[in-house]
């Protein structure tokens, strides 16, 4: 069996508020194998953001250890772990974070020219396509509806061919109509790029569609047999 792509042992995260610490996450133990679709599920608060950034290192954890790929993530400095998630990691937010002053093509291409591609704005454009915004091109977010911005996002986070799909909560601000097309155009992301996906979502048929799901609770995977008898 092969080593899983990630891998988090006794992972904790606390953070120091004004009225103390406050403890988010508490020893979360759990592998994810390569290829595999995992869907964080629970209710709000109970930490399913924090343990995706966590993997994506964009929260250092406090306590344990966290491993991408084979690579420590809890011994990476800020730099280090920017470098990593551009070269092995896509992230989609329920908040598209695409910059207002770049039309979509730059949005997408940008990322790629950091990371020393040649071939930035070919592939950039090559991924407006697969998402049906090849058209839209030169417009810039201000000029797209929500949908059409999770899709460029979507393509900012498939060009560079990442190893790791994260998503948190991808359909979260869109209506129904648009969050079925952005599940559809995830999992063909993930499957044309052969990409573990990992997403954090409220929606139950997205859910459905993991391979398998992991609920929280409290900071905390919950015991699915416990679960159960308090239902």
Same mark, same amino acid.
Do not use: W
């Given at each position: 069996?092969?080593?899983?792509?990630? *891998?988090?042992?006794?992972?904790?995260?606390?953070?120091?508020?004004?009225? !103390?610490r406050?403890?988010?996450?508490?020893?979360?133990?759990?592998?994810?194998?390569?290829?595999?679709?995992?869907?964080?599920?629970?209710? *709000?608060?109970?930490?399913?953001?924090?343990?995706?950034?966590?993997?994506g290192?964009? %929260?250092?954890?406090?306590?344990?250890t966290?491993?991408?790929?084979?690579?420590?993530?809890t011994?990476?400095? %800020?730099?280090?772990?920017?470098?990593?998630?551009?070269?092995?990691?896509?992230?989609?937010?329920?908040?598209?974070?695409?910059?207002?002053?770049?039309?979509?093509?730059?949005?997408? $291409?940008?990322?790629?020219?950091? /990371?020393?591609? =040649?071939? #930035?704005? +070919?592939? #950039?454009?090559? %991924?407006?396509? /697969?998402?049906?915004? !090849?058209?839209?091109a030169?417009h810039?977010p201000?000029?797209?509806? !929500?949908?059409?911005?999770?899709?460029?996002?979507?393509?900012?986070?498939?060009?560079? =061919?990442?190893?790791?799909?994260? +998503?948190?909560?991808?359909?979260?601000?869109?209506? $129904? #109509?648009?969050?079925?097309?952005?599940?559809?155009?995830?999992?063909?992301?993930?499957?044309?790029h !052969?990409?573990?996906?990992?997403l954090?979502?409220?929606?139950? %048929?997205?859910?459905?569609?993991?391979?398998?799901?992991i609920?929280?609770?409290?900071? =905390?995977?919950?015991?699915p $047999?416990?679960?159960?008898? +308090?239902?």
């Amino acid at each position: 069996m092969s080593d899983p792509i990630l *891998s988090l042992q006794d992972a904790a995260l606390a953070l120091n508020g004004n009225a !103390g610490r406050i403890d988010i996450l508490h020893g979360i133990t759990l592998d994810v194998t390569r290829g595999e679709t995992l869907g964080l599920i629970g209710p *709000s608060g109970s930490g399913k953001s924090s343990l995706l950034m966590l993997m994506g290192g964009l %929260e250092q954890a406090t306590g344990g250890t966290i491993r991408a790929l084979g690579q420590d993530l809890t011994a990476m400095d %800020e730099d280090t772990l920017a470098r990593f998630r551009r070269d092995h990691m896509g992230v989609v937010f329920q908040s598209f974070h695409l910059i207002p002053t770049m039309t979509a093509l730059e949005n997408v $291409a940008t990322p790629l020219e950091l /990371a020393g591609h =040649r071939d #930035a704005f +070919a592939r #950039a454009q090559a %991924e407006l396509d /697969a998402v049906g915004l !090849g058209h839209r091109a030169d417009h810039y977010p201000a000029q797209m509806s !929500g949908g059409e911005q999770q899709r460029v996002a979507l393509a900012r986070a498939s060009a560079p =061919r990442p190893q790791i799909l994260l +998503a948190d909560e991808p359909t979260g601000n869109l209506d $129904a #109509a648009n969050g079925a097309m952005i599940m559809d155009l995830l999992f063909d992301l993930r499957d044309r790029h !052969g990409a573990t996906l990992v997403l954090v979502t409220h929606s139950n %048929e997205l859910a459905r569609r993991c391979d398998r799901v992991i609920r929280l609770r409290d900071g =905390r995977i919950a015991d699915p $047999a416990r679960e159960r008898a +308090a239902e």
